[in-house]
T-cell receptor, first 112, second 112 residues
Framework: ETGVTQSPTHLIKTRGQQVTLRCSSQ?????VSWYQQALGQGPQFIFQ???????GRGNFPPRFSGLQFPNYSSELNVNALELDDSALYLC???????????FGNGTRLTVT | TQLLEQSPQFLSIQEGENLTVYCNSS?????LQWYRQEPGEGPVLLVT?????EVKKLKRLTFQFGDARKDSSLHITAAQPGDTGLYLC????????????FGTGTRLQVTL
């Protein structure tokens, strides 16, 4: 049973809209990482937060932003949605940046 | 940009057969992780290899890290239908075990 939960499980949005995806990490896990997994591909690193501060970012534009809260929850926000943003968004937590990840089951976002 | 290429992309075999999945890169990684992902779920960590030349076994699965820490392999002996899934390798740099570069994935189907 995973200790990382994500909501919603599925979401359909229209191009140009904004979306917020949520993640609840395991208690005690101070690090949360977000990944985008397009259909048929491996996950790509979006960014990581450690103790509520951004701690590294992948090759994603600024319209992808995040927040991490003291209660081990976090958000991924995407503005001005594009068709190519359609993907499975995975949240993963770990006790610290140098520990292995525990993934949630993801949010499937479809942009039409 | 670090890239990890996996081969083969797809593999369909019968129960009892052996198989090997390869993960190759031109970049050196401080560690390499292998995950299995089933439909509708997030990746689940199978193993982490750290030292060049390291071999780890997990029941019927054998993982090897290349001497130069640029490549890895996963060998499954006597595959079973429960081994079906998407196998992902992921490389990490020093001190960043949670900021991963994932491979392209190998989709394995094991039939009776």
């Amino acid at each position: 049973e995973t200790g990382v939960t994500q909501s919603p499980t599925h979401l359909i949005k229209t191009r140009g809209q904004q979306v917020t995806l949520r993640c609840s990490s395991q208690s005690g896990h101070n690090t949360v990482s977000w990944y985008q997994q397009a259909l048929g591909q491996g996950p790509q690193f979006i960014f990581q937060y450690y103790r509520e501060e951004e701690n590294g970012r992948g090759n994603f534009p600024p319209r992808f932003s995040g927040l991490q809260f003291p209660n081990y929850s976090s958000e991924l926000n995407v503005n001005a949605l594009e068709l190519d943003d359609s993907a499975l968004y995975l949240c993963a937590s770990s006790p610290d940046p140098n520990s292995p990840l525990h993934f949630g089951n993801g949010t499937r976002l479809t942009v039409t | 940009t670090q890239l990890l290429e996996q081969s083969p992309q797809f593999l369909s075999i019968q129960e009892g057969e052996n198989l090997t999945v390869y993960c190759n890169s031109s970049s050196v990684f401080s560690s390499l992780q292998w995950y299995r992902q089933e439909p509708g779920e997030g990746p689940v960590l199978l193993v982490t290899v750290v030292t060049g030349g390291e071999v780890k076994k997990l029941k019927r699965l054998t993982f090897q890290f290349g001497d130069a820490r640029k490549d890895s392999s996963l060998h499954i002996t006597a595959a079973q239908p429960g081994d079906t899934g998407l196998y992902l390798c992921a490389g990490a740099d020093t001190g960043t075990a949670s900021k991963l570069t994932f491979g392209t994935g190998t989709r394995l189907q094991v039939t009776l």
